[in-house]
């Protein structure tokens, strides 16, 4: 890949033309990264519903032509000026959300939401120049949360990359760059259940499941999973649920049911659902004096939250995360690490399997709820 540095790149990209209509494999021109940019050569990408969201155009501004896709894995082709942590060669996650190191939000041990990097789904272009790297036939192409992984080769922002073991397989721990960090995060880093808790899961997909994944590590003795669907039970139980409730299925609120199955309240709770409703309930549904509830879920932009603050007088405590409080460069390479030592299993979240000629496959399962996460072949 050293003959290619500084030069323009030729490749394909799944392109995003319109919303909700399916993607087209492109030849597209990928320019050399400028300063403090890598180029990327993505190996394997998996489709998140952030991914789905934005190709719908639902709720937010459109903005097309687009490549989409923020979870992969991938080696660095080259790298552009004032780079000094990374070098071509080096195995790196791209990250939707980054790390510049210098602002306070990164030098805090509290928080992870850096004030440069931060998602910003309006942006399609560069911090450096505000420009796109990426164009077909003079016509530029817009990138999607700073990654656009779905291109066998992508420009980002070095803060936006976590260089990780080269050992790793980039075919697993690709799934570590949003949803399933995400959920095992907000359990482990924010919710934080001691040995032995009782703990609630609001929404089992894969970022609910990477929170039970999280109570199961953190020794929690019972772990209730909450959904409208009781097929994902039997699944679940792979993460490490010992019980479930079917929302849809009492007449009082689930709160009360899980209140009721806990002699008060679960010690902890991680909404995934993006629910308001569930987001009250796993609030509600936590014990009193020192239960701790965390959302994760993104709400609609219209919900409200509404509880008595009755809640908050009795001790409960609620939190809301960011990518599981993890600072990407400083923390996902020891995540890494867990899987690598047999802490972590991410195999069982991985349900499907596409080449790169076939990534409309991986809408079509997301759209018909069938599986977890589908990893695509980028060399396929």
Known sequence: MV?????????????????????VIEEVEVAPPQAMEV?????????????????????????FPRIFGHEAGGIV?????????????????????????????????????????RINTDRGVMLHDGKSRFSIKGQPIYHFV?????????????????????????????????????????????????????????????????????????????????????????EAKKFGLTEFVNSTEHEKPVQEVIAEMTDGGVDCSVDCSGSVDAMISAFECVHDGWGVAVLVGLPSKDDAFKTNPVNFL?????????????????????????????????????????????????FEYMLEGDGLRCIIHMDA
Request: charged share 25%; proline share 4%; hydrophobic share 40%.
């Open 3 to 23: 003959s290619t540095a500084g030069q323009v790149i030729l490749c394909r990209a799944a392109v995003a033309w319109e919303a909700g209509k399916p993607l």
């Open 39 to 63: 180029r990327v050569k993505i190996l394997f990408t998996s489709l998140c519903h952030t991914d789905l969201y934005f190709w719908e155009a639902k709720g937010q501004n459109p903005l």
């Open 77 to 117: 082709e080259s790298i552009g000026e004032g780079v000094t942590d990374l070098r071509p060669g080096d195995h790196v996650l791209p990250v939707f959300t980054g790390e510049c190191k210098e602002c306070r939000h990164c030098k805090s041990e509290e928080s992870n939401m850096c004030d440069l990097l």
């Open 146 to 234: 700073g990654t656009s992984t779905f291109s066998e080769f992508t420009v980002l922002h070095v803060g936006c990359l976590a260089k990780i073991n080269p050992a790793a397989p980039l075919d697993k721990v690709c799934l570590l760059s949003c949803g399933i960090s995400t959920g095992l995060g907000a359990m482990l880093n924010v919710a934080k259940p001691k040995k032995g808790s009782t703990v609630a899961v609001f929404g089992l997909g894969a970022v609910g499941l990477a929170a039970a994944e999280g109570a199961r590590i953190a020794g929690a003795s019972r772990i209730i999973g909450v959904d409208r669907s009781s097929k994902r039970f039997e």
């Open 314 to 362: 009795n001790e409960k405590t609620l939190k809301g995360t960011f990518f599981g409080n993890y600072k990407p460069r400083s923390d996902l390479p020891s995540v890494v690490e867990k899987y690598m030592n047999k802490e972590l299993e991410l195999e069982k979240f991985i349900t499907h399997e596409v080449p790169f000629a076939e990534i409309n496959k991986a």
